[in-house]
């Protein structure tokens, strides 16, 4: 098991590594495994990066983000110039359907609302809107309303866990209530938790997943 030291001096590593983040004005905080984010940066898509970038370390057991963006002034959009790319960046994106997503933006903070079928839908309008300019933040209200009628959910998430990583599948306990999905058990990195998490969202059916799962080192 990593020390705080070493974890702290890994994630400085990776971020200094990564040419999405400069590392320069980002602080790193860890106690017992659990690494904060600190400092200013000049865009969100450089914050966002950020995140993934520590997400990608070994032995970060959790991720507390207290960056504040600070845009630069060749960043700065009105929130109605900000509105519009977002419409036509949603409009442009193919797997993103269409008149699903209701978007608001208020002091360049954008807020996705609306229904779309999968899970991967309502990632890709994220994505769609995340690197735009003028934007400090995204939060993702679109809720996933499958039309196909849940069945065999459990068994259907099981079986890709199985076709990715046996190991996983045998240590987790999926509960499904209609098609929502909880997820309990331990994983090893932030990348099982990941995988896992997403072959729930894959899975027929499957309106929202509750992760809580830990990452035990």
Known sequence: MKTDAQLQKDVLAELAWDPAVNATDVGVIVKDGVVTLTGHLTNFAEKYAAE???????????????????????????????????????????????????????????????????????????????????????????????????????????????????REAKRLEIKVDGSRVSLHGKVHSWAEYRAIQGAAWAAPGVASVENKMTVEL
């Open 52 to 166: 993934r970038a520590v997400r990608r370390v070994s032995g970060v057991k959790a991720l507390a983000v207290e960056i504040e963006v600070r845009l630069a002034p060749s960043f700065k959009r009105s929130d109605s110039d900000i509105a519009a790319a977002v419409q036509r960046a949603l409009d442009w994106n193919v797997v993103v359907p269409d008149n699903c997503i209701q978007p608001k933006v208020e002091s360049g903070w954008i807020t996705l609302n609306g229904e779309v079928e999968w899970d991967y839908q309502r990632k890709a309008a994220e994505r769609a809107v995340r690197d735009l300019y003028g934007v400090v933040g995204v939060t993702n209200l679109v809720k996933v309303k499958p039309k196909i009628a849940p069945s065999d959910i459990e068994r259907n998430i099981t079986d890709a866990l199985v076709r990715q990583a046996e």
